[in-house]
């Protein structure tokens, strides 16, 4: 008797067990995917924030050097002060921070530590401020990308010199500036202004955030009209057909049809036979509107669908045609979730980049975009060609674009959620 | 040209709709007597002529003029009869940046120059020409529609029956994708097999298509091509890849999801779903910068570690930062199946004395069991499909590999390798990456569809 009582709570206790164990199994597995949302963010941020800020270079540029009297420069044109060669004197200007230095190789040295643009940064002072320049002024000259990552503590100082890109004579300089406080932060305006460079220290995602908003724009203009013209079709007028259901099928299949896809089709068909510019945001949106029309027209099918019947019936009832009931009132009471759903695609969109390097919106762009039929890069590909670079200063710019990115994806969705809260009504 | 010509006729639009609707007023005061339809609806049908018609003049001028003009130029070129055609288009590119200020070249100088003058005296007249055809056809179909206006005309029953086939057009836009990718990958694909036997494309088991340097397919050994064009190697890399990615997401998604539905209070699960979908609005090129930057080199330091030889473009990398990508399509649908089982289900077990585990175990999975398949189903399609975490993280060369820390190449990668940057449109190189789009295709959509009826066919109904 007492044996089969034994029994029975032992095997009570492994059921409990099991179920405890279980328990911790689910817990671990929500844990786990939650985590890794953690360590995405916090990978992306840490490595990213620094990007935002520059090191600058404090020089003082004796301009009586370049010119008898500084208020002459009041006179000339930005054209003279272009054709002003300035190379020699502002070499000469930084070598006035180490007047001791004689070796023409520290000489070089000293220079690299300063990005490859130093001259015309100093013209750009010049233009900007020629009306009071003053016989020597204080300039701040952007670094290059060794001493940026250095100064921010990004790139180990103890390596052996042969392995480092930074020379330990820059560093003596770079310490010596350092303590004579001429080595500043600043914030990095021109990361967000300029186009791509070769040289990560004036690289910036200012074309790409323009690329992607004439992308998103093509994309807005196309497939919102688009899309929910076609949903209206749809869900009010189309009969029950096999015209009908093909046509659903479809949305329901290019739903799922791989991104890498629609961009094979905007090469072959949209690039080959239509001959559009390559590289351009128009033809990145017609790609991109194509891949997001699905999205919205299930969002707009689904919220004309939640209309009741009793406004299509009060509206019909008073003498309104099928038309001017599904437009003036069915219509009116969908939008927030049309627009939720179109957000929601405008998101997908910005956001993808397989397509978009098939039509060739991976070209190097120096300049910033004028229209979308200039060639552009977008933010999601901007990622994909500097992760693909080997300099480190890369790695925080692409970290630092990735939570613009991210940034305008979170910024998005939540207006699609306000959107939803603010407009939508319950019946 | 372009913008300024489009608001003009937009301008025009807006103005005869003003205008119809006046001349509508205007007819019903003066004469007492009702008209067919609303004011405005004759206003919409005066804009509606004076908008569409110059719209699709406009289209077609665009879509036929740079053939046109390219004929044109180039004229004197074809009489003499030397040119091939891939010269010609040369020449035209030539011709062009000339007139644009670009001198590359200086032979032919008198022809060019001609040539020259032509293109700008063309471009000139074609522009004048667009004006005035695409407003005056505008303008004079106002006139017409204006005048057109009396008490017999019904404009509502025109305007709806216009907006009717405009949304129609719309929805026909899904087919039109449809077919425009078929048609895209076939074509190209057709071309590919006449030069690649369909047998040496789906067995062979080398893959080299950077091999391919020879222009003309004529220079090319058959057997050469065949040995160029073996997808085995990348259907094994991604199908390790994707097997990977489910090894890590069908346990941590499926478990969350029996968390969500069963175990979680409602406060945990208002806050946890949420953050855990965040996974999937994620970018992937993020996905793919974490792989190749955080995940690969932390996988080798620990392969390392213990020993192993890990490629630094490692399967394995690729297929777990895929696998977390993937989690939430999988915890969400599963939550959904799952919390969609009726309860009497789960109160009949506990009934019965069952646990909890036992209960989810042996009642709600197999009840849930089709739906739950269904979202591994959608999951490895999408696994099959994702490509920037594999371009970004994973191997490009192909390599027949079964070991995880090799480092191994999947469809979508090569795709994209074979036809980023420059490509020339006639050699089987680039035709191949259209092969390997159909198979993907015909893969996904084989997937969804069985999915689907995999839902379809085996999940109960309660009611």
Not at chain 1, 36 to 55: E, P, Q
Not at chain 1, 263 to 269: E, P, V
Request: proline share 4%; charged share 15%; aromatic share 10%.
């Amino acid at each position: 008797m007492t044996d089969r009582i034994e029994q029975r709570i032992n095997s009570l206790n492994k059921r409990l067990n099991s179920e405890k164990r279980f328990r911790i199994y689910c817990i671990g597995a929500m844990s786990f995917a939650l985590a890794w949302v953690l360590i995405l963010f916090l990978n992306i941020f840490s490595s990213g924030y620094s990007a935002f800020y520059r090191t600058v270079i404090q020089v003082d540029v004796p301009f009586l050097n370049l010119i008898e009297d500084t208020t002459q420069f009041s006179e000339m044109s930005s054209e003279d002060i272009n054709n002003l060669s300035m190379y020699s004197f502002s070499k000469k200007a930084i070598y006035g921070l180490f007047p001791d230095i004689e070796e023409k190789k520290d000489k070089k040295m000293l220079i690299r530590l300063f990005s490859i643009e130093f001259e015309q940064e100093i013209r750009e002072f010049l233009k900007s401020n020629k009306s009071n320049i003053n016989e020597t002024e204080t300039i701040y000259l952007t670094a290059s990308d060794d001493v940026d990552q250095v100064n921010k503590g990004n790139y180990p100082r103890d390596l052996d010199e042969d392995k480092r890109r930074i020379k330990d004579i820059q560093l003596l300089f770079f310490d010596d500036l350092v303590d004579r406080g001429l080595v500043s932060y600043e914030f990095n305006l021109p990361f967000l202004m300029r186009g791509d460079s070769r040289e990560p220290e004036l690289a910036g995602v200012g074309g790409s955030i323009v690329g992607s908003l004439f992308t998103i724009l093509v994309v807005l203009i196309l497939s919102f009209p688009i899309g929910i013209f076609a949903a209206i079709y749809l869900e009010e007028f189309a009969s029950k057909n096999r015209v009908t259901d093909f046509i659903e099928i479809n949305i329901n299949n290019l739903a799922a049809v791989p991104s890498i896809v629609f961009g094979l089709l905007g090469l072959g068909i949209i690039l080959n036979t239509f001959g559009l510019p390559r590289s351009t945001p128009l033809v990145g949106g017609i790609v991109l509107s194509l891949m997001t029309l699905p999205t919205i027209i299930i969002a707009t099918r689904a919220s004309l669908r939640a209309v009741p019947p009793s406004i299509r019936e009060g509206a019909l009832a008073v003498g309104a045609t099928k038309m001017q009931a599904v437009m003036h009132h069915v219509v009116p009471v969908a939008m927030p979730g049309a627009l939720t759903g179109t957000i929601i695609g405008l998101a997908q969109a910005l956001g993808e980049t397989a397509p978009l390097l098939l039509i060739g919106m991976v070209a190097f762009v120096v300049d910033v975009p004028q229209t979308p039929l200039d060639a552009s890069a977008s933010l999601p590909v901007q990622v994909y060609l500097w992760s693909e670079s080997a300099e480190r200063g890369y790695v925080e710019k692409t970290s630092a674009t990735i939570m613009m990115l991210l940034g305008f994806l979170i910024l998005m969705n939540l207006a699609a959620v306000l959107i939803r809260r603010k407009f939508e009504t319950k019946w | 040209m372009g913008f300024i010509l489009i608001s003009l006729i937009i301008l025009i639009g807006i103005t005869s709709y003003f205008l119809g609707n006046f001349r509508a007023k205007n007819l019903r005061t003066s004469n007492q007597k009702n008209l067919k339809s609303l004011s405005h609806y004759y206003g919409y049908y005066v804009a509606l002529w004076a908008v569409v018609p110059a719209l699709l003049i406009l289209l077609m001028i665009t879509s036929f003029k740079s053939f046109f003009i390219e004929q044109y130029v180039l004229s004197d070129f074809i009489a003499l009869g030397s040119y091939t055609e891939t010269e010609l288009s040369l020449l035209f590119t030539q011709i062009e940046n000339t007139a644009l200020g670009i001198k590359l070249f200086d032979e032919n100088t008198i022809l060019i120059d001609g040539a020259v003058n032509k293109l700008n005296y063309i471009n000139k007249t074609i522009e004048n020409l667009t004006y005035v055809t695409v407003l005056g056809f505008s303008g004079l179909l106002v006139l017409y529609s204006v005048f057109n206006i009396n008490h017999k005309l019904n404009s509502r029953k025109i305007v709806e029956k216009f907006l009717l086939v405009l949304y129609f057009t719309c929805s026909l836009v899904a087919i039109m994708t449809t077919v425009g990718i078929i048609f895209s990958l076939l074509y190209e694909t057709l071309r590919f097999f006449s030069q690649v036997p369909i047998t040496d494309f789906l067995f062979g088991l080398n893959w080299s298509p950077q091999r391919v340097f020879v222009r003309e397919a004529g220079d090319l050994d058959t057997r050469d091509l065949a040995n160029a064009f073996g997808a085995v190697p990348l259907f094994a890399g991604t199908f390790l890849i994707a097997l990977i990615a489910m090894c890590v997401s069908v346990p941590v998604g499926l478990l969350t999801a029996i968390y969500m539905s069963e175990y979680a209070s409602p406060k945990v699960r208002d806050w946890a779903k949420p953050i855990i979908e965040i996974l999937a609005g994620i970018p992937t090129v993020v996905y793919g910068f974490f792989a190749a930057l955080t995940v690969a080199p932390l996988v080798r330091d620990i392969g390392q570690g213990a020993g192993l030889t890990v490629s630094s473009e490692s399967a394995l990398a690729a297929g777990f930062v895929m696998g977390i990508m993937i989690i939430p399509f999988i915890s969400s649908l599963s939550d959904d199946v799952i919390k969609s089982v009726p309860q009497s289900l789960r109160e009949g077990s506990y009934a019965m004395g069952a646990t909890k585990r036992e209960t989810i175990v042996k009642v709600l999975l197999p009840a849930a069991l089709p739906g739950i398949v269904g979202s591994f189903l959608l999951a490895v399609s999408r696994a099959i499909g994702e490509t920037m975490i594999v371009v970004m993280a994973a191997g490009l060369n192909a390599k027949l590999t079964a070991n995880p820390l090799d480092a191994a190449t999947t469809i979508t990668t090569q795709i994209v390798v074979i036809l980023i940057g420059d490509q020339e449109f006639d050699s089987p190189k680039t035709q191949s990456a259209f092969a390997l789009g159909l198979t993907l295709f015909v893969v996904t959509l084989a997937l969804n569809f069985i999915a689907l009826q995999v839902v379809k066919k085996y999940t109960e109904r309660y009611d």
